[in-house]
């Protein structure tokens, strides 16, 4: 059982930015790929960025320019920075795992909410 631990959210304006973290209760060396996705109201959950089982990054389109996924040094925390954010940005971020048996496990989730 992979716990994971969102923290970093919270209300920012337009154009500020937010970095989230997500700590994992194993080391992401037994983890086959972590990263984030977001759920806004009314709409499906989306990938926002993820580290991928061969160690590289997988970012949705239209966020790569702002959005940034890093790792941790204790090997098992991912972050996201978040620059230049936008109204549209506004949304539940997860942190997601996907074991190397492809069982997949969700955070709580981080209130992210940009708003003048």
């Known amino acids: 059982q992979v716990q994971l631990v969102e923290s970093g959210g919270g209300l920012v304006q337009p154009g500020e930015s937010l970095r989230l973290s997500c700590v994992a209760s194993e080391s992401i060396s037994s983890i086959n790929a972590m990263g984030w996705y977001r759920q806004a109201p009314g709409k499906e959950r989306e990938l926002v960025a993820t580290?991928?089982?061969?160690?590289?990054?997988n970012y949705a389109d239209s966020l790569k320019d702002r959005f940034t996924i890093s790792r941790g040094y204790a090997k098992n925390t991912v972050y996201l920075q978040m620059n230049s954010l936008k109204p549209e940005d506004t949304a539940v971020y997860y942190c997601?795992?996907?074991?190397?048996?492809?069982?997949?496990?969700w955070g709580q989730g981080t209130q992210v909410t940009v708003s003048s």
């Open positions: 580290f991928t089982a061969s160690g590289g990054t």
């Open positions: 997601n795992a996907v074991l190397p048996d492809l069982r997949v496990y």
